[in-house]
């Protein structure tokens, strides 16, 4: 079964338009991570972020903010201001301590950034 | 500078060859683990290591075998490649003690079975 989802296959933006990543997990566990990685065209995997299922604050950092809601099981991640240096894929991924060590990444949703 | 590294990484091979793609990582990390990538699938868990001698099975193990005999090093094992095992793969560690932690990922190892 699918633990997580990313329905966006690729966005296209003009530059300095407001973009979000959707990102739909499913778990029986109730103590799991999340996180966001970022793959650019040069192919490697950047960790931008991981966040605990207790902990719900949204967070911000510069441009970039996620959301997590645990009542619609969504970790969404919004860039503003969008810039042609985050074209990217960006993946989101679960993590269960119950089923600790397996991890499981959505498909990816490809961002391109236009000048 | 704290890095994991992969070899090869680009790798022509024909079906059936026997091939090892090594990953070493130099933080000290206990947990390593591999992942596929392919187009559409994102990335899969094929194996994983807790700590020395300790592996188990990801999603997709189905024709690869790992070993952990030393910490940094968590190479995999390809017995007898095959056409669908062409893919993109990526080694990784992590600061935790188990997958919940950060992952550091290698630049990744392009194979294609022929």
């Known amino acids: 079964a699918q633990k997580v989802t990313q329905a966006q296959t690729e966005i296209s933006v003009v530059e300095k338009e407001d973009v979000t990543l959707d990102c739909v997990y499913e778990t029986r566990d109730t103590t799991y991570y999340l996180f966001w990685y970022k793959q650019p065209p040069s192919g490697e995997l950047v960790f931008l972020i991981r966040r605990n299922s207790f902990d719900e604050q949204n967070e911000i950092s510069g441009r970039y903010s996620w959301n997590f809601q645990k009542s619609t099981s969504s970790f969404n991640f919004t860039i503003t201001a969008s810039q042609v240096v985050d074209s990217a894929v960006y993946f989101c991924a679960l993590s269960e301590v119950y089923n600790f060590n397996k991890f499981y990444f959505g498909s990816g949703t490809k961002l391109n950034v236009k000048p | ?114």
């Not at chain 2, 992969?6 to 933080?27: A, D, E, F, H």
């Not at chain 2, 690869?64 to 990526?90: A, D, G, H, M, W």
């Open chain 2, 1 to 114: 500078e704290a890095q994991v590294t992969q070899n090869p990484r680009y790798l022509i091979t024909v079906t059936g060859k026997k091939l090892t793609v090594t990953c070493s990582q130099n933080m000290n990390h206990e947990y390593m683990s591999w992942y596929r990538q392919d187009p559409g699938l994102g990335l899969r868990q094929i194996y994983y290591s807790m700590n020395v001698e300790v592996t188990d099975k990801g999603d997709v193990p189905e024709g690869y075998k790992v070993s952990r005999k030393e910490k940094r090093n968590f190479p995999l094992i390809l017995e007898s490649p095959s056409p669908n095992q062409t893919s993109l793969y990526f080694c990784a560690s992590s600061t935790s003690g188990r997958s919940t932690g950060e992952l550091f990922f290698g630049e990744g190892s392009r194979l294609t079975v022929l």
